[in-house]
């Protein structure tokens, strides 16, 4: 299995403008999560999915930020619009019930 | 609710010092414990885990014990490299549920 794959791996874009960032899971994995690192707020997790359902969002800054799972192997995040303090790494991470997570690459999201 | 605690860094050796990231917890159950690494520009990385209490974590030179009388997890090693300088982050989770994460502490090391 090629691991938990994130794209794009570098995003730079305008203020205002929708953003969209991809995750495919490991294969056979069932919890999907969505991270974001900064140095002032370390890692932060926004959301996290087991069997394609949304069990916890709480860490979603604001609407402006979406994520679906619309099947057992792929996940998007999205932010509409983008601010640049939407500026971060961004990860995604799956797993199996108690093997622990496996990250992707993340994705460099620069908001200007 | 859960949460972790680790030691705070910047920590700074010298190659092939002995090495020890202290980590503790609180969780409500059962939890799984983890220690991930994270290298510059990559994603966090599993380097070892211990799903019960004695359980001894170990990869890469690299151990933690899982102290269920102290709840402490602390990743040890006994001699580091250079290329071990890294961000390492103590992790718990409860069955399916999510990962609660300490806040991370960077290992540098010195030739």
């Known amino acids: 299995d090629a691991g938990v794959i994130q794209s794009p791996r570098h995003e730079v874009t305008e203020m205002g403008q929708e953003v969209t960032l991809r995750c495919k899971l490991i294969s056979g994995h069932n919890s999907l999560f969505w991270y974001r690192q900064t140095m002032m707020r370390g890692l932060e997790l926004l959301i996290y999915?087991?069997?394609?359902?949304?069990?916890?969002d709480s860490g979603m800054p604001e609407d402006r930020f979406s994520a679906k799972m619309p099947n057992a192997s792929f996940s998007t995040l999205k932010i509409q619009p983008s601010e640049p303090r939407d500026s971060a790494v961004y990860f995604c991470?799956?797993?199996?019930?108690?093997?622990?997570?496996?990250f992707g690459q993340g994705t460099r999201l620069t908001v200007v | 609710g859960d949460s972790v605690t680790q030691m705070e860094g910047p920590v700074t050796l010298s190659e092939e010092a002995f090495l020890t990231i202290n980590c503790t917890y609180t969780a409500t159950g059962y939890p799984s414990l983890f220690w991930y690494v994270q290298y510059p520009g990559e994603g966090l990385q599993l380097l070892l885990k211990a799903t019960k209490a004695d359980d001894k974590g170990s990869n890469k030179g690299f151990e933690a014990t899982y102290r269920k009388e102290t709840t402490s997890f602390h990743l040890e090693k006994g001699s580091v490299q250079v290329s071990d300088s890294a961000v390492y982050f103590c992790?718990?989770?409860?069955?399916?549920?999510?990962?609660?994460f300490g806040d991370g502490t960077t290992l540098t090391v010195k030739p």
């Open positions: 991470a799956s797993s199996q019930a108690g093997f622990g997570a496996f």
């Open positions: 999915f087991n069997n394609n359902v949304p069990i916890d």
């Open positions: 992790a718990l989770s409860v069955g399916a549920g999510k990962s609660t």
